[in-house]
């Protein structure tokens, strides 16, 4: 399993996606969905793990309650009307500045 691998290397953090289909790049694999997700990061535990791919502003929440450390998103910006206002709304949710 790539979890394995990448553990066995010590990185400092986990990248888990694609998530949801992307149309920032082509992926030779199926998006693994929300409860797939949901599964490494009960595996993974307290390892920092980010989530990627296809995660627009309506997904971010869904995605964030799995439990995944953060988020990484690209069109959910740079194809938003406003980028600035897409880029707020995105850190509201990700609860930035709360700590």
Same mark, same amino acid.
């Given at each position: +399993?790539?979890?394995?691998?990448?553990?066995?290397a010590r990185?400092?953090?986990? !990248?888990?996606?694609?998530?949801? $289909?992307?149309?920032?790049?082509? +992926? $030779?694999?199926?998006?693994?969905?929300?409860?797939?997700?949901?599964?490494?990061?009960?595996?993974?535990?307290?390892?920092?793990?980010?989530?990627i791919g296809?995660?627009?502003?309506?997904? !971010?929440?869904?995605?964030?309650?799995?439990?995944?450390?953060?988020?990484?998103?690209?069109?959910?910006?740079?194809?938003?009307?406003?980028?600035?206002?897409?880029?707020?709304?995105?850190? !509201?949710?990700?609860? !930035?500045?709360?700590?």
């Amino acid at each position: +399993m790539e979890i394995d691998i990448a553990l066995a290397a010590r990185p400092s953090y986990i !990248a888990l996606g694609h998530v949801f $289909p992307t149309q920032t790049k082509q +992926m $030779p694999s199926a998006p693994q969905g929300l409860e797939q997700l949901a599964r490494h990061i009960e595996r993974l535990g307290d390892y920092p793990t980010v989530a990627i791919g296809g995660i627009s502003l309506e997904r !971010a929440s869904p995605v964030l309650e799995t439990g995944v450390g953060s988020i990484a998103v690209v069109s959910a910006i740079t194809r938003a009307e406003d980028w600035r206002e897409a880029t707020a709304q995105l850190l !509201a949710i990700a609860g !930035a500045g709360d700590e």
